[in-house]
Nanobody
Framework: QVQLVESGGGLVQAGGSLRLSCAASGRFFRINTMGWYRQAPGKQRELVATFTRGGSTNYADSVKGRFTISRDNAKNTAYLQMNSLKPEDTGVYYC?????????????WGQGTQVTVSS
């Protein structure tokens, strides 16, 4: 099993910045893709950004140029630097990881961290 613990959420004014962290722990051989998703009130969960183990990144159009995903493979940690935040970025941000254990690849989620952007 893999546990993902997010941190770094909070309340910020529009135009401000936040940095989210996601630390993975548990029994796994390797973590492949790590990513961030978010869910606003009354809306479905949506992709924000992903980062493969090989170094490829993917961003939602709405965050391109403002958010940057990074990861430290040695620490099994992913980060999301969020700049120029807008009220529409408000939501619960979830960390996701595709992790390999012996014989199986699992899809894991963190508990979520709240990000609130005031106008």
């Amino acid at each position: 099993q893999v546990q993902l613990v997010e941190s770094g959420g909070g309340l910020v004014q529009a135009g401000g910045s936040l940095r989210l962290s996601c630390a993975a722990s548990g029994r796994f051989f390797r973590i492949n893709t790590m990513g961030w998703y978010r869910q606003a009130p009354g809306k479905q969960r949506e992709l924000v950004a992903t980062f493969t183990r090989g170094g490829s990144t993917n961003y939602a159009d709405s965050v391109k140029g403002r958010f940057t995903i990074s990861r430290d493979n040695a620490k099994n940690t992913a980060y999301l630097q969020m700049n120029s935040l807008k009220p529409e970025d408000t939501g619960v941000y979830y960390c996701n990881a595709l992790a390999q254990s012996i014989g199986v690849t699992g899809d894991y989620w963190g508990q979520g961290t709240q990000v609130t952007v005031s106008s």
